[in-house]
Every structure is written in structure tokens, then in C-alpha cells.
């Protein structure tokens, strides 16, 4: 069974930083993309950036591009996600999820397994 646990949420204020971390366990985790999706309260769930089984290709959304980095280190079964310069629209939780595939696909449909969210707000 796939388990997905984020941590590294948390309260910063606007222009700050934080590290989620995202710990994947129940199956070869080098063998799928994963991705990192967020959700502000009465929106839908989005995008914010995925990466590859490899982690030689990534996609972000326009609103990320040049601030956030997603990366991954197999040997660990993490994907993590480095967010610079955060701004309060950041403000989400902000989910870790596992592909159905190694594809950097961007969809929310294409992701079978997710964690329950970790708590991202930015203070202005």
C-alpha cells in the first residue's frame, strides 16, 4: 500500500522560504513521477510542479516558474519542493502525490495515490 507523508508546511511571511518534504513508501518510488498540487479553500485542486521518474524533467505552473524547484532523490524515496520568495496567493495546503506513471504528466487524474496535505500560509 502507497503511502505519502508531507512535512515542512508551516506560517512564513511574504519574500520567505520554505522546504516541503515528501516521503513515499509501498512501492518503487524511482519507477514514477511525482508531483506537488495545492488547494486554497473554496478553489480546486492545481498544479505547482512535477518531475519525472529521474528527475531530469520538470514542469511548474506559470504562477511558481522562477520560485519554486521540485527535486527528487530516489535513494531516500523523497520528492521535495523549495519555495523562494513566497507570496501570499501561495497560501494552500499543499499536497505530494505519486504518478501512474514515470511521466512528468501535469493533470490531477494522472496521480494515484496522494498524502493528506501539509498547511502552506504566507503572511503579507
Known amino acids: 500500500q502507497v503511502q505519502l507523508v508531507e512535512s515542512g508546511g508551516g506560517l512564513v511571511q511574504a519574500g520567505g522560504s520554505l522546504r516541503l518534504s515528501c516521503a513515499a513508501s509501498?512501492?518503487?518510488?524511482?519507477?514514477?513521477?511525482m508531483g506537488w498540487f495545492r488547494q486554497a479553500k473554496g478553489k480546486e485542486r492545481e498544479l505547482a510542479a512535477v518531475?519525472?521518474?529521474?528527475?531530469?524533467?520538470?514542469y511548474y505552473a506559470d504562477s511558481v516558474k522562477g520560485r519554486f524547484t521540485i527535486s527528487r532523490d530516489n535513494a531516500k524515496n523523497t520528492v521535495y519542493l523549495q519555495m523562494n520568495s513566497l507570496k501570499p496567493e501561495a497560501t494552500a495546503v499543499y499536497y505530494c502525490?505519486?504518478?501512474?506513471?514515470?511521466?512528468?504528466?501535469?493533470?490531477?487524474?494522472?496521480?494515484?495515490?496522494w498524502g493528506p496535505g501539509t498547511q502552506v500560509t504566507v503572511s503579507s
Open positions: 502525490a505519486e504518478g501512474r506513471t514515470d511521466m512528468a504528466n501535469t493533470r490531477v487524474h494522472e496521480y494515484d495515490y
Open positions: 509501498g512501492r518503487t518510488f524511482s519507477n514514477y513521477a
Open positions: 518531475i519525472n521518474w529521474s528527475g531530469t524533467n520538470t
